[in-house]
């Protein structure tokens, strides 16, 4: 027997023992070489993994017009769903096998310091990982926690966790001095620099809501129900400003922020009315604590025409030791209807923020 023969021999046996979940570690690396070298080899693969699929199927479609008999089996076979993850697992090995010169460009990008023999493991997410100054295996820690952010004031960014956890991540990301993160944008509006997640939470026309102006919209979060108060609830994060260098030294003169943001919903189950709001929490930092010094909540109560926007204006006098502002978009129904499920949704569009400094200069954000 040929060596080609003996290679698709393997093939064969390695194959059956992946479908049938009997294989190690080096089955399934002694598999993904061989299907990597030889084009025969892989049309082999799949044949195989074709024709176990159809079995199950069959078996399947005739189980369903028998009688079931207790049988013993010496070897049970997994479901179909575990013999299609074996295959795909094998498939990706050699996909990634076959092309080393562009893995090792990924891994350089990723951490230029590993070598790129090990490139297939730096696909992995490497948020959490850091290597190891001396060389050796990267050492993996979590990120340190963002510090925690204490709020006043009866709202639902007050009551939410989740927003506040994403806001104290947005002041760290600022505090750090980061030009980039995931989950948003750093931007710079003269000296004031800003955590902008609008484009993050932003959509396109839904659920029959055009947008305003333009092609995208601001998507509020899904509602959350409180069954015991008869409400439900969402709010969303949208900016934090750094305000330390553009305000300082000017807070005698008086500095405020006015803004500017249309609100709109869907027509759903619970079609009611919906109050809306935008916060404003103005923080300060001290011995490693974000605190909230001032705040403010502007309402209005949405109609039920899903083709007309309402816009709410307010202004926020910031107040003196101001480090960072947030600014907080929110949702709230009260009643029954707040207790269905929230298919509708609820919209904003055009939030325009501008700050307003002492000698009357204003910043548009």
């Given at each position: 027997m040929n060596a080609a023969n003996e290679h698709l021999k393997d093939v064969e046996t390695l194959t059956v023992r992946v479908l049938d979940n009997l294989h190690n570690q080096e089955d399934m690396d002694r598999l993904s070489a061989l299907l990597s070298v030889s084009a025969e080899a892989r049309s082999r693969y799949?044949?195989?993994?074709?024709?176990?699929?159809?079995?199950?199927?069959?078996?399947?479609?005739?189980?369903?017009?028998?009688?079931?008999?207790?049988?013993?089996?010496?070897?049970?076979?997994l479901p179909m769903v575990a013999s299609f993850a074996a295959a795909i697992i094998a498939l990706c090995s050699v996909w990634l096998l076959k092309d080393d010169s562009s893995m090792a460009t990924v891994q350089t990008a990723i951490n230029p310091n590993q070598p790129a023999e090990n490139a297939q493991l730096s696909l992995a997410p490497q948020s959490n990982a850091q290597p190891e100054e001396e060389g050796g295996s990267p050492a993996f820690v979590p990120n340190p926690p963002a510090p925690a952010l204490e709020?006043?004031?009866?709202?639902?960014?007050?009551?939410?966790?989740?927003?506040?956890d994403?806001?104290?991540?947005?002041?760290?990301?600022?505090?750090?001095?980061?030009?980039?993160?995931?989950?948003?944008?750093?931007?710079?509006?003269?000296?004031?620099?800003?955590?902008?997640?609008?484009?993050?939470?932003?959509?396109?026309?839904?659920?029959?809501?055009?947008?305003?102006?333009?092609?995208?919209?601001?998507?509020?979060?899904?509602?959350?129900?409180?069954?015991q108060t008869q409400s439900a609830e969402s709010s969303d994060a949208i900016?934090?400003?750094?305000?330390?260098?553009?305000?300082?030294?000017?807070?005698?003169?008086?500095?405020?922020?006015?803004?500017?943001?249309?609100f709109n919903q869907g027509?759903?189950?619970?079609?009611?009315?919906?109050?809306?709001?935008?916060?404003?929490?103005?923080?300060?930092?001290?011995?490693?604590?974000?605190?909230?010094?001032?705040h403010k909540e502007s309402k209005l109560s949405s109609d039920l025409n899903p083709s007309t926007w309402e816009e709410l204006n307010s202004e926020f006098e910031i107040p003196k030791g101001t480090d960072y502002l947030v600014v907080a978009l929110n949702a709230r129904k009260e009643g029954t209807h707040a207790l269905l499920p929230d298919f509708g949704g609820h919209y904003a569009d055009q939030?325009?923020?501008?700050?307003?400094?002492?000698?009357?200069?204003?910043?548009?954000l």
């Open positions: 799949s044949e195989l993994v074709i024709l176990d699929s159809m079995l199950h199927w069959e078996t399947s479609e005739v189980l369903e017009f028998e009688q079931p008999a207790q049988k013993t089996l010496s070897f049970p076979r709020v006043g004031g009866d709202s639902p960014f007050v009551r939410s966790i989740a927003t506040r994403e806001v104290s991540r947005g002041l760290m990301i600022l505090q750090e001095n980061k030009s980039f993160a995931e989950g948003g944008l750093v931007q710079f509006h003269d000296d004031v620099v800003a955590w902008n997640r609008e484009e993050h939470v932003s959509v396109p026309t839904e659920q029959g809501i055009l947008p305003l102006q333009g092609d995208r919209m601001i998507k509020l979060s899904k509602l959350t129900i409180d069954v900016r934090i400003l750094d305000l330390r260098e553009v305000i300082w030294g000017k807070e005698d003169a008086g500095v405020s922020l006015n803004t500017s943001v249309y027509v759903g189950i619970a079609h009611g009315t919906t109050e809306f709001s935008l916060t404003l929490h103005a923080i300060q930092t001290t011995d490693g604590a974000n605190r909230s010094i001032g939030l325009s923020l501008n700050l307003v400094l002492g000698d009357r200069k204003t910043i548009p």
